[in-house]
């Protein structure tokens, strides 16, 4: 009898270590923040690109530059130290491609924005004077959400459209009647998809040696691609 009290209580105690375990190991995982609180990528009327982001108290931010992956990388750590909260750089895009990389070491996880567009210093006068998008920024919310805001130039028509087919929010832009030059949409995210929004230029050129015909180029310039720490997993 009494060796049977002793193996049940060997067995209680046992149970109850274990349990504290898997409920410190739970409380520690639940404790875990996402380092990066919120970012936003722009690009200004120069057609200059830039990132600001903000994030939790006491965050260490290293940035380094992947020449695999032609990616600006800010890894993120934990710090015992005060530190900024917010960040802010200017960035380059090389060739016509700008990848921005968020590496969270708290979560193990990673976020990547790519952006295809021209850069400015190799843009020709042309193409400068048929910009219709004068500037543009892409912000992530705590939510989970996204806020796209962008101002056109004048007598510019702006038409909004989801593209179920591709996955992609697609500006269309083009001269035309105007409702106004600033426009915001707030985007959310289906989790596991990559978001996508893509600019679409409609340019209206002159056939070569004809007045009368026009011909219509369209181009999908800036195509903003957000891939989250949730989409690599």
């Known amino acids: 009898m009494k060796i049977t009290k002793l193996l049940s209580l060997f067995v209680a105690i046992t149970f109850v270590?274990?349990?504290?375990?898997?409920?410190?190991?739970?409380?520690?995982?639940?404790?875990?923040?996402?380092?990066?609180?919120?970012?936003?990528?722009?690009?200004?009327?120069?057609?200059?690109?830039?990132?600001?982001?903000?994030?939790?108290?006491?965050?260490?931010?290293?940035?380094?530059?992947?020449?695999?992956?032609?990616?600006?990388?800010?890894?993120l750590f934990e710090s015992d130290y005060a530190t900024s909260s917010k960040v802010s750089e200017e960035l380059l895009i090389d060739g016509n491609k700008l990848s921005i990389g968020f590496i969270d070491t708290n979560l193990d996880n990673r976020s990547t924005i790519t952006i295809e567009d021209d850069n400015v210093s190799s843009i020709k006068t042309k193409a400068k004077s048929s910009s219709i998008l004068k500037e543009y920024s892409v912000s992530s919310n705590e939510d989970g959400t996204f806020n796209l805001y962008f101002k056109v130039d004048n007598q510019v028509s702006v038409d909004f459209v989801y593209n179920e087919d591709n996955n992609i929010y697609e500006v269309h832009l083009e001269e035309g009647k105007s409702s106004g030059v600033n426009f915001s949409r707030n985007l959310e995210k289906v989790d596991g998809q990559t978001l996508k929004i893509d600019f679409v230029n409609h340019l209206s050129v002159a056939s070569k040696g004809t007045y009368a015909k026009e011909l219509e180029d369209t181009r999908r310039k800036p195509r903003i691609i957000i891939v989250d720490g949730t989409d690599l997993l």
């Open 17 to 75: 270590l274990t349990s504290c375990s898997n409920n410190e190991t739970l409380s520690e995982e639940s404790a875990k923040t996402n380092l990066l609180k919120t970012y936003k990528v722009k690009r200004d009327a120069s057609g200059a690109y830039s990132v600001d982001f903000d994030l939790e108290n006491n965050v260490r931010t290293d940035k380094v530059i992947n020449h695999t992956t032609n990616t600006n990388e800010f890894h």
